[in-house]
Nanobody, 119 residues
Framework: QVQLVESGGGLVQAGESLTLSCAAS????????MGWFRQAPGKQRELVAQ???????NYADFVRGRFTISSNNANTAVYLEMNSLKPEDTAVYYC?????????????WGQGTQVTVSS
């Protein structure tokens, strides 16, 4: 099993920046995807940004140009740099890593980190 621990959330004003970090408890050798999701009160969890094994990087339209996802070479950490934050970015942000192998997969989730953006 792999534990993911997020950090870096907090309370900021609109226009400010935050960088979220996610640390995995061990190296994951067969990563299918690494990414960040978020869930605002009363809403469903939604994709924010994600790397995939095929080499693509996907961003939700509502963050494209403001957020940047990155990771380390060992696949033990993933980051989300968030700039020009808006009140509507307020949510709990979750790190997600998908490990896959022929015939199976594991979805790992962190516990979430709260991001609150005041106007």
């Amino acid at each position: 099993q792999v534990q993911l621990v997020e950090s870096g959330g907090g309370l900021v004003q609109a226009g400010e920046s935050l960088t979220l970090s996610c640390a995995a408890s061990r190296r994951i050798f067969s990563v299918m995807a690494m990414g960040w999701f978020r869930q605002a009160p009363g809403k469903q969890r939604e994709l924010v940004a994600q790397f995939t094994r095929g080499g693509s990087t996907n961003y939700a339209d509502f963050v494209r140009g403001r957020f940047t996802i990155s990771s380390n070479n060992a696949n033990t950490a993933v980051y989300l740099e968030m700039n020009s934050l808006k009140p509507e970015d307020t949510a709990v942000y979750y790190c997600n890593i998908i490990e896959s192998w022929p015939g199976g997969r594991n979805d790992y989730w962190g516990q979430g980190t709260q991001v609150t953006v005041s106007s």
